[in-house]
């Protein structure tokens, strides 16, 4: 397949998706991923910004030494620390890029930077030299492309390209782009710069307007061959272009884009719930290709169309993105050895077997409630005993709730907070809000509730409710999750688990908040 047929996808799920407020992932939860996306065929896997913090270099350095089939990528600042940092924690990688960037756009130049537009320029130029000699495959971004002069865009791209970039990634930051012109914008650039031809055109699109996956097959069209994009179309704001989305556009119309993806489609449905299990965001049911409702028929008439013939109202197999997909189904009598291995296959492993011993001490306690478990439950169910690794200043002893017809709802909780035990009672609207007022008692956290939510992770009345909160305190916003046959106690683990989050360590730092 020639450069020109062949669609680069480029996942960010696990850097630019984890700026999503509350969305922060462990090193264990990145390798999952990494691996899911691996057995996906994604061609680059964005693991993190390896200057950001000890724990985002050790998260690249665990998913560089997991996934061995596709390249892993580091961001970085166009500054010497932030490129070698990206490429000590990329020394284990089979296939290493580092992707430097820069703002261009005069706004962030005379703001942010604070630089004239020469030095900008001068900057790039040092940061692609400085990553070339520490690794073979450079990207370069202009931050802010899509606010950025065409003539300043041409320039800079033109001599980042001649210092050593092999691909060119042109960012709508802000999601402000419309795809007219943002298509157009690329073509010009391929057409006017002269050594174009030496490097990929990517493009990497924000959802601020809705169009981001608009706007990346409105620049395919128009010449671009890599796409940046997410799982769930998760990031910061309203998100980036959807994977998903991305890749069966192109792939449904065949006629439109004749290009093609490397992606064993087949995976997307399991990726999508595992990344929605471990950030705690849960995916919209008209979500295209991922809702639970994306292939479901209500009307009679698309009923009747579709058993005649599927194609009337379908435009994609089900089975192609992951529905349906043959699942094995575990229960109480499944051994240690079937337990681990089915964790293999879904990409999981344990460092130690106290770690191992804990998950299937999980596992048995659900099966003694829930008589089929599916591959959900266990995504679930490890997500849940990873969170149990963090600093357990909260964790919940028992918990106790009243609610009847015509009588106020109550809840009596006992928590471990720094190792005493504390009992609190509380009333509430509902057994849920009860719970959750008796556990901000003994916490006296000061935290803001932002969001609550609760999702069945598989069917049937004994399936897990998967329950996510959102705290915010002083700014800094924390998802916690929990799963229980108990949708009390689900939202119960979830609180805590919030907790527990808000007062680990937290340093940081956001890729674009600082000039370079």
């Known amino acids: 397949m020639s450069q020109q047929n062949r669609l680069v996808i480029f996942d960010t799920t696990m850097r630019d998706g984890e700026q999503s407020p509350g969305a922060s992932m462990t090193k264990e939860e990145k390798v999952r991923i990494g691996k899911a996306l691996e057995k ?4 680059v896997m964005e693991a993190g910004f390896a200057a950001a913090s000890p724990g985002d270099f050790a998260a690249i350095e665990a998913v560089a030494s997991s996934v061995r089939e596709s390249t892993v990528c580091s961001l970085a600042r166009a500054v010497d620390r932030d490129i070698e940092q990206a490429a000590a924690a990329l020394k284990n990688a089979e296939r290493a890029r580092i992707h ?30 400085k990553a070339r000699g520490l690794v073979e495959d450079v990207e370069f971004s202009c931050e802010d492309a899509g606010r950025s002069e065409i003539d300043f865009l041409c320039r800079i791209i033109e001599a980042a390209i001649d210092a050593g970039a092999s691909t060119i990634n042109i960012p709508d930051t802000v999601g402000y782009a419309i795809p ?58 309203a998100g980036n ?18 290009i093609e ?6 995976h997307i449905v399991p990726t999508s719930r595992l990344v929605s299990s471990i ?7 008209n979500k295209a290709i991922v809702g639970a409702n994306a292939f479901a028929h209500e009307s009679g008439i698309h009923q009747d169309g579709v058993l005649k013939h599927r194609e009337t109202y379908e435009i994609m197999k089900a089975e192609d993105v992951g529905w349906g997909a043959n699942r094995m189904v575990m229960g109480k009598h499944s051994g240690r050895a079937a337990f681990r291995s089915r964790l293999q296959e879904l990409g999981v492993t344990f460092e130690t077997d106290a770690a191992l011993n804990d998950a299937f001490a999980r596992f048995k306690d659900l099966a003694d409630k829930k008589h089929e478990i599916f591959d959900e439950d266990l995504q679930a169910l490890v997500t849940e005993s990873r969170s149990a690794s963090l ?86 916003i924390v998802n916690g999750s929990g799963a229980d046959t108990d949708i009390v106690v689900a939202s119960a683990k979830a609180y805590i688990h919030a907790l527990n989050l808000l007062v680990s360590t937290n340093d940081r730092t956001h890729p674009q908040n600082d000039g370079v």
């Open 100 to 129: 430097t960037f820069i703002a261009t756009s005069p706004i962030h130049m005379q703001y942010k930077l604070r630089m004239e537009p020469n030095a900008v320029i001068d900057q790039a130029v040092r940061a692609v030299k």
């Open 279 to 285: 950030t705690g965001f849960p995916v919209q049911p």
């Open 40 to 43: 996906m065929r994604v061609d």
């Open 180 to 237: 007219e012109e943002f298509g157009n914008t690329i073509r010009t650039l391929i057409e006017r710069i002269p050594n174009a031809d030496k490097a990929i055109f990517s493009v990497h699109c924000h959802n601020d307007l809705g169009l981001a996956v608009a706007n990346s097959l409105a620049a395919v069209t128009n010449g671009a061959r890599q796409v940046e994009c997410t799982i769930n179309g998760l990031g910061e704001r």
């Open 261 to 266: 993806t490397g992606i064993d489609t087949t």
């Open 391 to 476: 600093p357990d200043v909260y964790s919940l002893v028992s918990l106790e709730s009243h609610s009847a017809t015509g009588e106020t709802p109550v809840s009596e909780i006992v928590i471990s907070k720094d190792g005493a035990e504390h009992r609190s009672k509380a009333e509430g609207s509902g057994p849920v809000d009860a719970a959750l007022r008796a556990i901000a008692d003994v916490a006296k956290s000061g935290a803001n509730l932002l969001l609550y939510s609760v999702n069945a992770i598989t069917e049937g009345t004994d399936s897990q409710g998967e329950v996510t909160v959102r705290l915010e305190k002083a700014g800094r």
């Open 241 to 258: 272009a959807s994977l998903e989305e991305v890749v069966m556009a192109t792939r449904t119309r065949q006629d439109l884009f004749n």
